[in-house]
């Protein structure tokens, strides 16, 4: 026998957020273009400019790998159309998780609408450039961390906060359990 489900008046009154994560992806992948769209119009490829000396400077590189240069001398054609595909498949699975669990605004959501903005920009260039355009080059000392975009940093961020999140969810769980105790003693 099948039990009916219990709607709960509190999260039916709460608010639905997708549209609003939906929105920090469209601007995650607006700021990725305009950046973009910028460096290649200001700055030769292969040159840069100096935003902090020694530090970090603004550069115009082209891309053919994946992040941090990955794969980039491999077979150009079969890795643009392996990534093409992954990107792909990363901005449809953003998509379903935001479809499924974005009603409500969380680390795992704001997550998921960033990596949908970061991997939908650098998808687009590579459809259109074969390539995407890096131009974000940072030093280190004597260490030379491979050039990147925002498209880039918005994925990082977005994995670094569900990395975060996998460890409160104990906690979330544990708080969500105690909530429903005290919702039901009323």
């Not at 939906?22 to 292969?46: C, M, N, Q, T």
């Not at 479809?99 to 704001?110: C, M, W």
């Amino acid at each position: 026998m099948q039990v009916p489900k219990v709607r709960d008046p509190i999260r039916d009154r709460r608010p639905d957020r997708r549209g609003l994560l939906l929105f920090l992806a469209a601007a995650v992948f607006a700021a990725d273009r305009a950046s973009k769209w910028w460096i290649e119009r200001h700055i030769a490829p292969g040159t840069g400019r100096a935003l902090i000396p020694r530090v970090m400077r603004l550069s115009h590189v082209m891309n053919n790998g994946a992040a941090f240069s990955l794969f980039s001398g491999g077979n150009a054609e079969t890795v643009r159309w392996a990534l093409i595909a992954f990107s792909g498949i990363a901005v449809v699975l953003m998509l379903g998780l935001i479809s499924v669990f974005g009603r409500r605004i969380t680390l795992n959501t704001i997550a998921f609408a960033l990596v949908l903005g970061g991997a939908a920009g650098n998808l687009l260039d590579r459809i259109q450039l074969g390539e995407v355009v890096d131009f974000l080059e940072v030093h280190i000392g004597s260490y030379h961390y491979p050039d990147f975009n925002l498209a880039d940093s918005a994925i990082v961020i977005g994995g670094a906060l569900i990395f975060i999140a996998s460890f409160r969810s104990d906690k979330a769980a544990k708080e969500k359990a105690k909530a429903d105790r005290l919702l039901r003693a009323r």
